[in-house]
């Protein structure tokens, strides 16, 4: 399981996984889980199922196989976990859910750790880990805890990086390199302690691709070169020296 997530709204996460999701679908199996809010089908250009996995979190004792019935294939051999449906919600006794929401969402995150396939999941904003207040946020930390890879997506912003540095060190990280940003990779790399960063060029192209909900049919070239694999090439080493990686 691999698990995309930003600490501050409007880095492109979305984009980002399902692009991932996109791309490697290519090669594998690929199951794209939607946690960051609902905007995958935008991006994607597709409609969701009935339910979404918000269904299944509030569902009082859903079928074993409820989130298996729930999925829908976009492309060959991409399949969808959407976060919300199209309204109808699953069979409940109207007394929610059987045990408190972060509890439901580590069974999710084992769930998705199980899965056969390479899981791919937008977790989206989740803020700064030190603020007490925000539950949601803290609960899908737990579907981030049982991924075998965190990868942050952040633009070179020093308020998101800011709240970057709360979170435990991802993995690696994917930086959205805008123009006239006062910030460097290699300074997210020292911030954030991490030794792997690919940097994607903000590019018309991909706003463009997003905004018409093309990217499960044509992804933009800069969108090839994400690191849909753990030991890729693309994936780059910023060294103390880099001014900036690509």
Not at 82 to 93: K, R, T
Not at 136 to 149: F, G, I, T, W
Not at 173 to 189: K, N, Y
Request: charged fraction near 20%; hydrophobic fraction near 45%; include cysteine.
């Amino acid at each position: 399981m691999w698990c995309l997530w930003s600490a501050k709204g409007g880095a492109g996460c979305s984009v980002v996984a399902s692009a991932s999701a996109v791309l490697a679908s290519r090669r594998q199996p690929v199951l794209l889980v939607d946690l960051g809010g609902g905007d995958i089908p935008c991006v994607l250009g597709v409609e969701s199922g009935a339910h979404g996995v918000a269904d299944w979190l509030l569902a009082s004792n859903p079928p074993v196989d409820a989130l298996a019935r729930i999925e829908v294939t976009v492309a060959d051999h991409l399949d969808v976990l959407f976060w919300q449906g199209s309204g109808i919600a699953l069979p409940s006794d109207g007394a929610g859910p059987s045990i408190e929401m972060s509890e439901r969402y580590r069974i999710l995150g084992r769930m998705l750790a199980a899965d056969h396939r390479l899981v791919v999941v937008d977790l989206g904003d989740l803020g700064r880990i030190d603020d007490p207040l925000d539950r949601n946020s803290y609960s899908r930390r737990l579907v981030r805890d049982a991924a075998r890879r965190s990868t942050l997506v952040s633009r070179l912003c020093y308020s998101a990086v800011s709240a970057a540095v709360s979170h435990p060190s991802p993995d690696d990280v994917v930086l959205v390199v805008e123009p006239g940003r006062s910030l460097r990779p290699v300074d997210v790399q020292s911030a954030l302690g991490v030794s792997r960063v690919t940097t994607m060029r903000w590019d018309p192209s991909i706003a463009r691709a997003a905004d018409a909900g093309m990217l499960s049919s044509r992804l933009p070239r800069p969108l090839l070169r994400l690191p849909t694999d753990e030991l890729t090439d693309q994936m780059v080493t910023v060294s103390p020296d880099t001014e900036v990686s690509r």
